[in-house]
Every structure is written in C-alpha cells, then in structure tokens.
C-alpha cells in the first residue's frame, strides 16, 4: 500500500499487512513457521533473525506510524532497550540520562552498565540546556523518556535534539505514554525512538513486546545486536500486536479524552493533594507538551490528601482495576513504589519525586462519568472506615 497519502488510521489498518494469496481472507495470515527453506531462496529466514514474514511486516507499520525507515520488535520493552543501548554504547563511553525514566530503565543501568565499563549520569534536565553541562568527551547517547513514568514530566525534544547534533551525540528516547498517536520525536530530531508495545501498541493487556524504529543504518547496527542477545517475538504475538495496532488510533483518541476529563475532575476535587498530567494549565510543562504532542495522552498520576488511606483506596473501586501494567483498553492504578518504580531504593525514588502515596492512573476506553462515579464511591467509603467511630 502506497502510504504517503493516506491517514492515521488507514496506516494502523492496511500499511505492512501480508496478504492471504490462498484463500483471501480479510486479515494477515500468520506463518508459525521455524524452519525456512535455506537453499534456492533470496532470504534466510529464522524467527530470532527478526526476519520471518509476520516479524518484518509489523515492523514496516511501526516504522511508518512513527516517520522512521526501518524498525525491529522485542519480546519487551526492556529487550528493546537494552539492545538499543548496547549497540550504542561499549567500555570507556559515558551516557546521559533524564532521571525521571521507568524503573526497569534505571535500574539496568545501575545494575548493568558498570560491569561493563559504561559510565553514567543522571540529570534533573528537561531541555538541552540543562543537559549540556554534563557532556564529556566520551559522552555518546542522551537518552530521554517523555512524558516520564510515573510523573508525566515533559522534556522538550527539540532542544534536545538540538544540542546532540552540536555535540555529535546520539539521541534516544522512550515514546511509549505518548504513543505515535500523541507524539512522533522522529519529526523532532531524534535518532533512536522505543517503545514498550505491551503497553498502547498492543493495548489489550494481553501481549508482551517492544518496539526499535530509526533510520536503515541505525537499525542495521541494532540488528547485529539483537541476533546475539536473543530478544525476538514469537510470530502469535507479532500477530495480536498487529491486530491491536489497527485500532491503535481510535482507542488512544478516547484515552487522551477520559484523561483530560479526569485530570480535570480530579485537580478540583477536595480530596485530592495533587495532579499530574500535561494537558493541565496547571501543569510546569504545559506549554512544551502543547508545542511537541498532539494531545496530552491517556496516563495520568494524583495524590490524595495525606488523611486518605491510598492503599485501602485502590481496594474499594470496583470498575478501575487495580493492576500491574497500563494503556490497556481497561483503566488501571497501581503504586509505583510497588510496582514500576518497586526495584529503586526509596531514596532514588525520593530524588523523582515519588512519594509512597503516589498512584498512577491509565485510562481506559469506558465513559468517563463512570470512571468519576467509581472513584466517588471508593472514596466515600474509605472516608466512613476511616472517620467512623465505633458505639
């Protein structure tokens, strides 16, 4: 299919799809396949080559929704990371990132990188500025995550971007809160975009995967990679991603609009201390957010006032469910000092600005007057069991 034309969703629903040649069937066949042929063929094809015929035309979509030349999927978000990040980087270079990033992100390079001669710096920096004062000479990626988990900070891409390319440096960054939907930081200079795609990409809390998108050359070197570490998706799940990815648009359409209204619904509510989420006025990077995305996205994070139990909440709202993940067709909260953010130590968590009573709020694609009554129900009861005085 001819894409340059075409919509959004047009993209989601046709672009990359296989076609069934045998028996014509609306959808893509799915090849389970193993073992190909290696005698008389153009390409030698094996799943953890990342080149089976499921594998590569997911890829093509991905890469067209997100303006890259080429991509690779995971079997998660982290093995797209990790891989990423090892292609780039090896012993005696230094790494710069924003410390406001997904757990498993942190906690990798903590882990990880000094057993393997890599240095590190993380920044309070939310613009080229505030990173360009920890660039060395063996500086080789910045790495960014925005709007960051669980906080919704905003880091304005471009002038990230802007000093790397001053500097010769490479850029990645995390895309999955905003999704292609919201935000495609190829248009915005950067090099190396991911994805968790277990998260809006699959969007059905029923798949694990990741996603790599950038040029042909970036990808080739990410390639060589991949094939050592392992890190490939069995064919099913390349055909369930496929699946979701065709209604991506219209469910993160109705996730960016529940969120807007809960952010708004809750920022008034006398129960509730603080809101996070970008589509606020309120918010410190309203304005970069408005520049850079094209709706604020489904995730949000909030904080009720001291004197409310927020673990004993969580327990009483009976339609959003209390759960691990997010960007599900279904609305979750969790804690992310027990669950995201669970392996940083308390006082990293701190330095995020993560307080235990913090919870991270994924909208789903219900009406949003239920989502409020559901919360309003919760907290009356959890105020009754707190304030009521036995006889």
């Not at 005698?39 to 067209?64: C, H, M, W």
């Not at 990798?108 to 939310?126: N, S, Y």
């Not at 002038?159 to 999704?179: C, E, P, Q, R, Y």
Request: glycine fraction near 8%; charged fraction near 20%; include cysteine.
């Amino acid at each position: 299919m001819n894409s340059n034309e075409k919509g959004f969703n047009t993209i989601c629903t046709h672009y990359g799809e296989l076609i069934d040649t045998q028996f014509k069937g609306a959808i893509s066949p799915i090849y389970l396949s193993t073992s190909y042929a290696f005698d008389g063929v153009d390409e030698k094809r094996y799943p953890r080559y990342f080149n089976t015929p499921n594998q590569q035309a997911l890829s093509k979509k991905i890469a067209k929704l997100e303006h890259a030349e080429s991509g690779l999927i995971f079997g998660s978000g982290m093995a797209a990371i990790s891989t990423s990040l090892f292609a780039f980087l090896q012993q005696g270079d230094h790494i710069i990132l924003q410390r406001n990033l997904y757990g498993g992100t942190i906690n990798l390079v903590i882990e990880e990188f000094k057993r393997f001669g890599i240095e590190h710096t993380f920044v309070d920096a939310k613009n080229g500025n505030g990173f360009e004062e920890y660039i060395k000479s063996n500086t080789k990626v910045i790495y960014i995550e925005t709007p960051s988990n669980p906080l919704l900070t905003v880091t304005d891409i471009a002038s990230v971007t802007k000093l790397a390319k001053k500097h010769g440096l490479m850029t990645m960054i995390d895309n999955t809160f905003a999704s292609p939907v919201n935000q495609n930081p190829i248009l915005l200079g950067v090099d190396i975009v991911i994805h968790s795609a277990t998260k809006y990409l699959g969007g059905h809390s029923d798949i694990l995967a990741g996603a790599v998108v950038s040029t042909e050359e970036n990808m080739q070197r990410i390639f060589k990679m991949a094939i050592n570490f392992g890190g490939s998706l069995s064919d099913f799940t390349v055909w369930m991603l496929e699946r979701s990815i065709k209604t991506l648009g219209l469910r993160v359409r109705q996730q960016n609009e529940n969120a807007m209204a809960l952010a708004q619904w809750l920022s008034q509510h006398e129960d509730v201390a603080q809101v996070y989420y970008p589509g606020l006025e309120s918010h410190p990077d309203h304005a970069v957010a408005s520049q850079q995305m094209k709706a604020y996205g489904g995730m949000l994070s909030f904080e009720l006032k001291e004197n409310i139990d927020s673990s004993l909440f969580q327990k009483k709202l009976q339609l959003i469910k209390s759960s691990m993940s997010l960007a599900g067709v279904e609305s979750t909260i969790l804690s992310p000092t027990l669950t995201s953010h669970a392996l940083l130590t308390e006082e990293e968590r701190y330095h995020q600005g993560i307080r235990n009573g913090l919870l991270r709020f994924s909208l789903g694609i219900e009406e949003a007057e239920d989502l409020i009554e559901d919360i309003e129900q919760a907290l009356r009861v959890v105020k009754n069991q707190q304030y009521s005085v036995p006889t």
